[in-house]
């Protein structure tokens, strides 16, 4: 079992839906991150929080809204997706990344299909 | 940009044998890590080794590090069949301004 839970574990949606996943841990870590994970690819860095402030923004489009309401949610609001943008998309946590890339904690993702 | 690329990119080994995959890296680093990932689940964090350090072991793998060649290899040894995952690098490099960067990964199966 991970000490990361993501839900929902499938999401199949529309272009003009508007769907959130979530992410929560409770191991007291101050940083957590989202991924995009294509099929076959390594995972790609989309956001970092860090005390619940958002510190790592990687040139996201806007249709993905990050969220943190407390220091053991994450969430990742979707709106306007586009058929390339069906993926797994990953959370993770760490200590404070004051220590820079701390080893991270991942969930198992939430794949993701846009229709 | 890809910081890290791992070599080979697939291997196919008999359990009980050993497995070594490579990972290079363009730009100085502040540390390495590996992950390990099964088939349709989250990523693992296996190692970090940092920048000063140049071998490092835990259990069954022992991961090695050489800064002058910008690159790092993991190897699993006497390896089983629930090893067979993907095995990717990651790297920072905060002095280049580059966040956390994985690897492509060597898709590693252990056949029984």
């Known amino acids: 079992d991970t000490e990361v839970t993501q839900t929902p574990k499938h999401l199949v949606m529309g272009m003009t839906n508007k769907k959130s996943l979530k992410c929560e841990q409770h191991?007291?870590?101050?940083?957590m991150y989202w991924y995009k994970q294509k099929a076959k690819k390594p995972p790609e860095l989309m956001f970092v929080?860090?005390?619940?402030?958002?510190?790592i923004n990687e040139s996201v489009p806007s249709r993905f809204s990050p969220e943190c309401p407390n220091s053991s949610l994450l969430n990742l609001h979707l709106h306007a997706l586009q058929p390339e943008d069906s993926a797994l998309y990953l959370c993770?946590?760490?200590?404070?990344?004051?220590?820079?890339?701390?080893?991270?904690?991942f969930g198992d993702g939430t794949r993701l299909s846009i229709l | 940009s890809q910081q890290g690329e791992e070599d080979p990119q697939a291997l196919s080994i008999q359990e009980g044998e050993n497995a070594t995959m490579n990972c290079s890296y363009k730009?100085?680093?502040?540390?390495l890590q590996w992950y390990r990932q099964n088939s349709g689940r989250g990523l693992v964090h296996l190692i970090l080794?940092?920048?000063?350090?140049r071998e490092k072991h835990s259990g069954r793998l022992r991961v090695t590090l050489d800064t002058s060649k910008k690159s790092s290899s993991l190897l699993i040894t006497a390896s089983r069949a629930a090893d067979t995952a993907s095995y990717f690098c990651?790297?920072?490099?905060?002095?280049?301004?580059?966040?956390?960067?994985f690897g492509p990964g060597t898709r590693l199966s252990v056949l029984p």
């Open positions: 993770a946590s760490s200590q404070d990344t004051g220590a820079r890339w701390a080893p991270q904690h």
């Open positions: 191991m007291g870590h101050r940083a």
């Open positions: 929080y860090s005390y619940e402030k958002l510190s």
């Open positions: 730009t100085s680093i502040n540390n």
């Open positions: 080794i940092r920048s000063n350090e």
């Open positions: 990651a790297t920072d490099a905060y002095n280049y301004g580059q966040n956390f960067v």
